[in-house]
Nanobody, 128 residues
Framework: QVQLVESGGGLVQAGGSLRLSCLASGFSFSIYAMAWFRQAPGKEREFVAAITWNGGSTYYRDSVKGRFAISRDNAKKTVHLQMNVLKPKDTAVYSC?????????????????????WGQGTQVTVSQ
């Protein structure tokens, strides 16, 4: 079955950096788009970044553009999220997700419904 295991979270001061990783297994990782979402306490899960199956295109929510970078290594079945210039409002549990379909239409790539499998998440806490 599909398994997604995140790592790399932690406590960091504002302005610092973290690199999250997600190790995938149980499916053909190299043919699926992948994404990162986050959920802060009391808030809904929100899209952070996505990457196409071959890494050719990436997508970001506006508030992280220029600070975060998503990447993937298909040989290692891993997707990463490099987070720089972190802010307290970035504090959340970050989860990776596998896209539901192989469609080449990425119009809805930022939507929760596009994904069918999720990891348990890794906590990122940014202090003032």
């Amino acid at each position: 079955q599909v398994q997604l295991v995140e790592s790399g979270g932690g406590l960091v001061q504002a302005g610092g950096s973290l690199r999250l990783s997600c190790l995938a297994s149980g499916f053909s990782f190299s043919i699926y788009a992948m994404a990162w979402f986050r959920q802060a306490p009391g808030k809904e899960r929100e899209f952070v970044a996505a990457i196409t199956w071959n890494g050719g295109s990436t997508y970001y929510r506006d508030s992280v553009k220029g600070r975060f970078a998503i990447s993937r290594d298909n040989a290692k079945k891993t997707v990463h999220l490099q987070m720089n210039v972190l802010k307290p409002k970035d504090t959340a549990v970050y989860s990776c997700a596998k896209r539901r379909s192989l469609s080449s239409d990425y119009t809805r790539i930022r939507g929760l419904a596009e994904y069918d499998s999720w990891g348990q998440g890794t906590q990122v806490t940014v202090s003032q």
